[in-house]
């Protein structure tokens, strides 16, 4: 599978990384602000070692990729996206809604708390919320589609012949996988079992259909044809 950008092209938001205060992290200059600082240490105190990690390689790609692309995008606005994508996967998270709708309400209200405009945080929370839409976040502004291509490449390997290789082992030897293809598995497979009607529209339908056992998602096409109405 390739992610194609096609996001929408607008004036940057918020001064790029040059102008922020920025730290370096596997050689590859990162923004560093009050907001980006809390959301690393939310994802520090919260996400297990391997999705920590996953998230910290999401974002360093992602800001790869922007610098390959060389277009405008907010890096407060990336930096939050990508470190708090599966906040929601966290037992302190949990909630009646969609792991990534979870995460991307508290992510915005989290950007609100320190005095984020309404619509930076509304792309903060497009970009969580839609992050294993990449059908349609690559289509959002630049930070979200920034935000799943970064995801995507850590994720399934789309994109992984975009970047150096040298570039990839740096960040992967801070970073290690840790085993992630099988605890991310067996976390999707826990919704599956304990919160079903939360992934009955999303990828994660796929990973209840194969293995867990008795998971029987409601068909689409049976609501249609339930529907109330007379033709």
């Known amino acids: 599978m390739q ?5 929408k092209s607008k004036s940057p938001l918020h001064p790029d990384v040059s102008s922020l205060p920025v730290r370096t992290i596997a050689g590859i200059a990162v923004a560093d602000t009050p907001l980006v600082k809390r959301a690393y240490e ?3 105190e919260h996400l297990d070692p391997y999705l920590f990690n996953h998230v910290m390689r999401s974002w360093l790609f992602a800001t790869l990729i922007a610098e390959q692309k060389g277009d405008s995008y907010d890096a ?3 930096a939050v996206s990508a470190l708090l994508h599966d906040i929601g996967l966290s ?9 990534e709708v979870e995460g991307a309400n508290f992510a915005q209200e989290l950007a609100s708390s320190f005095n984020v405009d309404t619509r930076r945080a509304q792309l903060i929370w497009d970009s969580i919320a839609l992050n294993s839409t990449p059908s349609i976040c690559l289509h959002k502004e ?5 935000c799943v291509l970064g995801v995507g490449l850590d994720w399934g390997g789309w994109g992984y012949e975009r970047l150096p290789g040298q570039q990839i082992a740096r960040i ?3 970073f290690p996988r840790l085993a992630m293809k099988q605890r991310f598995t067996q976390a999707i497979c826990s919704l599956c079992e304990h919160r079903p009607e939360t992934t009955y529209d999303n990828f994660a339908r796929d990973f209840g259909a ?10 689409m096409v049976d609501s249609l044809l339930s529907s109330p109405f007379e033709e």
Do not use: Q, T, W
């Open 210 to 219: 194969r293995y867990v056992h008795g998971y029987e998602p409601p068909s």
């Open 42 to 44: 939310i994802a520090r």
């Open 76 to 78: 407060e606005v990336l």
């Open 3 to 7: 992610l194609i950008d096609k996001s």
């Open 142 to 146: 630049a930070e979200a589609a920034l």
């Open 91 to 99: 037992e302190a998270f949990v909630g009646p809604l969609r792991f």
């Open 172 to 174: 992967m030897e801070e």
